[in-house]
């Protein structure tokens, strides 16, 4: 960090006699920014947030990105330098803000879509975010020829990390699967991914000429030597056989593009042959006790072909299909994937999480997101990177050519079977903005360089002042409306939510319902989970054999108010009628409930659930058997291997003197512990 601050601060000086205070200025904030932007994954706002390892990361992120753009506007209009070049990587990614914008307007849900929720923090919101990240990167850094510092800043922070996750092995059994300061392990084994990529492209950008230089490929190897060994401690699948797929590609490409020296062919190959040999020995011993008690590499033996459409995410696959072929121009809008999951739900997921909202596969992702349009535009971002590595950055290698090739390329693959968050999109950002600066002409770029600082000092004129005190003071003005307009809602909401679910105030439950009202006031994007949380605590929080207080009654009537208002608002969202629906039905109100649960059915006419609901709402509120049998009969026959459906039914038969029809399905298939 000093070296960086101390590069800049010669540079400006020695550059001073065309530069204004103005631009020291607006340079320093954006370097600020850039040297906290790799340290945005340690965030964690403890027990203050809603999602303390998400929400703090994500607001983190936009508020330091929001400063940049304010600056970098000061920046772009003083000289010409900053400003993008048009090129076919900055193309692709307007066209692919463009789409996924208008997708999100025309969607289910255009709200959660910009804004989506505190659980993920994504939404087109993220990505405008991430875009003006990747305009002022490949501008500044590379008028500033700032990159390699701050890449290397990049390792600095991810060695810290790793460290951190390490140490987490501390006295846990074998098998613990670390996650650093990210909160999930798969999130800290795309970031390990990254740096050890990272690493490596470096290491190979050295050679053995000087001792300084053979220092330094020990450095960077022994970084991606510990990289990899906090990978495969958070067992994260989808990211080692992406670590696996993008060396593999690597070696490929140097063993067929590598003409000029015949040795590092040789080693292509020799690596090429040794990651077979090493996955081909895994697969032959993957039935070994060793690899069975062992549960890191368990997880690995567990992956097989035949069992592969019984896969949860296979399934979720299937359900993403048909929500494409319903909507295959602009899908369904960002953050929308929960109304797919919830109209083809298949019953063989009874097992898994019930409200899935991602497809755990990026590409099917954007296609509900956006259609195939938004598909096209995400692929064109991997095709023009990859195009301006081969064919515009010349001052590269073909080795670091096919090191940078395959960085994306396991990336690529182990987005078959994840998501983003905001630590693989602040690198993936990263990594496309580098790409970028090195796909302008050298020679073009260093002689507008060498010309630009040749050019003599020119005063600029009274008027020319002023605008350019208008430009800062207009940016200025532009960071604190962002900031607030963007941010201040969302997190004040946040923090009251997790205050009214855990504070005690003088007043008792008064003080957390004046909470809850006040962050549902703020109407921001987690008012959706506001209104459940209410609903939870408003039963949950009182002593049910006491009876029901006036506070829990003020508690009540505003949970119900709540759910109603959300029901109506989304009337398409099978959860939020399912929420109403159960909540009338468990406070007296069948009928009330009924409407709501009927309506949770229709929209999601395959999930046991609705049917558990709507089978227990007719039983307490109307004993009415026929009509409990119907619902438990459907719930079974969508898949009689779900014991609990099938427990339901068989005591609705009992109870309804069908105790023959019970015996032949428990002779079919017993089940131990069934009482009748």
């Not at 696996?244 to 040789?266: D, H, P, Q, S, Y």
């Not at 459907?634 to 014991?643: D, F, G, N, V």
Request: aromatic share 16%; with cysteine.
């Amino acid at each position: 960090m000093v070296k960086i601050y101390s590069l800049v601060f010669v540079n400006l000086c020695y550059n001073s006699h065309i530069m204004n205070m103005h631009k020291i200025l607006a340079n320093a904030v954006v370097l600020t920014g850039f040297i906290a932007v790799p340290f945005i994954p340690f965030v964690i706002l403890g027990q203050t947030t809603f999602f303390p390892y998400i929400v703090g990361k994500n607001f983190a992120f936009r508020i330091v990105v929001e400063i940049m753009l304010s600056a970098w506007i000061v920046l772009a209009f003083i000289d010409p330098v900053y400003r993008p070049k048009i090129n076919y990587l900055l193309g692709a990614f307007v066209a692919f803000i463009g789409i996924i914008t208008l997708a999100a307007i025309f969607g289910e849900n255009p709200t959660k879509s910009f804004w989506s929720n505190f659980e993920r923090m994504e939404g087109v919101v993220t990505y405008f975010h991430l875009f003006a990240y990747f305009i002022v990167a490949s501008t500044v850094l590379t008028a500033r020829d700032f990159w390699r510092p701050y890449l290397n800043f990049h390792l600095f922070a991810g060695v810290i990390m790793a460290l951190y996750a390490l140490s987490q092995l501390s006295g846990a059994a074998v098998g613990f699967r670390v996650d650093g300061r990210l909160g999930n392990s798969s999130y800290l084994g795309i970031y390990a991914f990254f740096n050890i990529f990272l690493a490596v492209f470096f290491m190979v950008r050295e050679s053995f000429t000087t001792s300084g230089e053979r220092v330094r490929i020990v450095i960077y190897g022994s970084i991606a030597l510990l990289q990899t060994v906090v990978l495969f401690y958070t067992g994260t699948r989808g990211a080692i056989l992406g670590l696996i797929v993008g060396a593999g590609l690597a070696t490929i490409l140097v063993a067929i593009f590598e003409t000029k020296k015949k040795m590092l062919r040789v080693g292509a190959v020799g690596v090429l042959v040794s990651l077979v040999i090493i996955v081909g020995g895994f697969i032959a011993v993957r039935d070994s006790a060793f690899v069975k008690d062992t549960p890191l590499l368990a997880r690995f033996s567990e992956i097989s072909i035949s069992n592969f459409s019984k896969n949860a995410r296979v399934m979720v696959w299937g359900m993403a299909y048909e929500g494409f072929k319903e909507r295959p121009l602009l899908g369904w809008g960002m953050e929308n994937f929960n109304y797919v999951f919830n109209k083809y739900y298949d019953p063989n997921m009874w097992g898994q999480e019930q409200w899935f909202d991602r497809a755990h596969n990026v590409f099917f992702d954007w296609l509900i997101a956006g259609g195939l349009p938004a598909l096209l535009a995400y692929l064109s971002l991997f095709a023009c990177a990859v195009y301006c590595i081969w064919r515009r950055a010349d001052e590269l290698t073909v080795l670091e050519k096919s090191v940078l090739t395959g960085l994306l390329g396991g990336y690529f693959f182990q987005n078959l079977f994840v998501f983003d968050n905001i630590t693989s999109l602040i690198y993936f950002g990263t990594i496309l903005a580098y790409i970028e600066s090195m796909s302008r002409h050298k020679a073009e770029a260093d002689s507008k360089s060498k010309a630009e600082s040749k050019m003599p000092a020119n005063k600029l004129k009274a008027g020319e002042e002023d605008l350019t005190f208008i430009v800062s003071g207009g940016a200025f003005i532009l960071a604190l409306v962002l900031i607030y307009t963007v941010n201040y809602n969302g997190f004040k909401q946040n923090t009251t939510l997790i205050r009214a679910m855990t504070e005690r105030g003088g007043d008792g439950p008064l003080y957390n319902l004046g909470l809850f009202k006040d962050a549902i006031a703020y109407n921001s994007f987690g008012t959706a989970e506001t209104r459940e949380q209410l609903s939870s605590f408003s039963i949950n929080a009182f002593d049910q054999t006491k009876g029901i207080s006036d506070t829990q009654k003020q508690f009540i009537a505003l949970a119900k108010s709540e759910l109603e208002k959300h029901a109506f608002e989304l009337p398409k969202d099978a959860r939020y009628q399912l929420f109403a629906g159960s909540y009338f039905a468990k406070l007296g109100d069948v009928e009330k409930g009924l409407v709501y649960l009927n309506k949770a059915l229709e929209l999601s006419p395959t999930k046991q659930t609705m049917l558990f609901e709507l089978g227990a709402a007719y039983y307490s509120g109307y004993k009415d058997m026929v009509k409990t049998e119907e619902m438990f009969k459907r719930a079974y026959e969508l898949a009689p291997e779900y014991e609990q459906a099938e427990k339901f039914y068989l005591q609705i038969l009992t109870a309804n003197g069908k105790k023959a029809e019970a015996e032949k399905i428990l002779k079919a298939r017993p089940i131990p512990n069934v009482k009748l």
